[in-house]
């Protein structure tokens, strides 16, 4: 389990280094998904509506501000850098 754990937190660090964080970010929602499934078929335990509409609030912001940025810098003429 701990040498997944390091594979994964490599593979999350690469991905930082090659990409802005908020590409790569929304990814990262998908562990409320996987935390939900194994609570469920581990503990038979499902999240209530307060934690199902702050796991939504929370996923749409990080949806929203991916889709800003990629919005932005599409827009940014050709002779301005872009922040990486």
């Known amino acids: 389990m701990g040498a997944l754990g390091s594979a994964g937190h490599y593979a999350l660090i690469k ?3 090659r ?5 790569v970010s929304p990814f990262s929602y998908t562990a409320m998904i996987w935390a ?15 934690t199902v509409t ?3 609030v929370i996923a749409a912001s990080g949806l929203y501000i991916y889709h800003r940025e990629n919005t932005r810098h599409r827009g940014a003429s050709p002779g301005i850098a872009r922040n990486t």
Request: glycine residues 12%.
């Open 54 to 56: 702050g796991a939504v």
């Open 36 to 50: 939900t499934l194994l609570g469920y078929l581990v503990f038979g335990d499902l999240p209530d509506r307060w």
């Open 19 to 23: 990409t802005a964080a908020a590409t």
């Open 15 to 17: 991905a930082f280094q």
